[in-house]
């Protein structure tokens, strides 16, 4: 990953970010993460860092992960298949992230937010 040159908190936000979004797309009714417009931003930098350093990024598209000294903020931008209840796949997110991510960076989920952003029909 990216422990060579980044400081640590940034390595733990990555982290955090990529374990929260594969904890979500494991979720049934998950159709794909969403990135919003800072999302797309970072695709970008993403882009930028694999050129200069030959490594790849976590596909982190569609969550935000910010640290603070009592844990991390999770905000994911989620599309949920018309098939599932939104509600229901938002709640089941909700409960997958924050037992995984806690577990992968040794520090507490103290805030999260799902945000359905789309429901994509069948």
Known sequence: MITGWAPEHVVTQVRAADV???AARAVPG????????WGLVRQLA????????????PDIAGVQADL????????????VDGGYRAGTVGAAVQHAVTAAVPAAIDR???AFTVLIVEIELP
């Open 68 to 79: 603070d000294d009592d844990g991390v903020h999770l905000e994911l931008q989620i599309v």
């Open 46 to 57: 993403a882009e930028a860092f694999e050129q200069a350093t030959g490594q790849q990024l």
């Open 20 to 22: 929260a979004a594969r």
């Open 30 to 37: 998950v159709v794909r993460l969403q990135p919003g417009v």
């Open 108 to 110: 507490a989920v103290t």
